[in-house]
């Protein structure tokens, strides 16, 4: 399954690559718009993308700390799209940049699935590592089910466990895998990464069709 939902991802990622783009490039702008970064000697200083502002007053420090939250919300709202434009491709549908961009009603219900998810994966890696990657598997179906089913928070978690049950090898490999073909986008001077980021999307989103029982990903695709 590893091998050929990246091969079927691939395939789909040539026919769509420019309707990804929009949304990923502004993913990518919201991720690092505004970070804390910590020197050696514990102090903090403000990070506007990849400008450090240095140390700041307590009032630039509040009002760029809500930016930083805001901007982290806005980038799950545009995480929920890629996610459903990516099921889209990965159903052999026709896909559109405005696939990307949803409605902004079930927002905050993705805001804590994602928190609750970030928080299971953390108490597990408090507790030697192992068991953070096994439970981060575990539930990594999550959001899909949320943006595809329009299940609430817990109940994406419960159909994710359920869904990956038996699995966790495979995705295991699939992480490794969609680690390989990020980190070779990368290597192509960059340029690379606007056919790799679309290639991992559909095959992660290829594997959640077949592991929810909705479709199997083709063997017979062309490589």
Aim: charged residues 10%; glycine residues 14%.
């Amino acid at each position: 399954m590893i091998f050929q939902s990246i091969r079927y991802g691939w395939n789909k990622a040539r026919l769509w690559v420019w309707a990804f783009l929009p949304a990923l490039a502004l993913q990518w702008i919201l991720d690092g718009a505004v970070t804390w970064r910590v020197d050696a000697g514990g102090n903090r200083s403000l990070q506007l993308w990849w400008h450090n502002m240095g140390p700041q007053t307590a009032g630039i420090a509040i009002m760029a700390t809500v930016l930083g939250f805001v901007g982290y919300v806005v980038s799950l709202w545009v995480r929920m799209g890629i996610v459903h434009g990516s099921v889209l491709a990965a159903r052999g549908e026709n896909v559109t940049a405005g696939n990307f961009f949803l409605s902004w009603e079930r927002v905050g219900q993705f805001v804590v699935g994602t928190l609750l998810y970030g928080l299971i994966v953390g108490v597990g890696m408090i507790l030697l590592i192992v068991p953070g990657v096994v439970w981060g598997l575990r539930y990594s179906m999550y959001g899909y089910y949320m943006v595809t089913q329009g299940a609430g928070p817990m109940e994406a978690l419960q159909k994710s466990a359920a869904a990956t049950d038996g699995h966790k090898g495979e995705l295991f490999g699939l992480c490794l895998a969609s680690a390989g073909v990020v980190i070779l986008g990368a290597l192509c001077l960059g340029v690379g990464l606007l056919w790799a980021l679309p290639t991992v999307e559909i095959a992660w989103s290829a594997v959640f069709l077949e592991l929810s029982g909705q479709q199997t990903v083709p063997a017979t695709e062309p490589a």
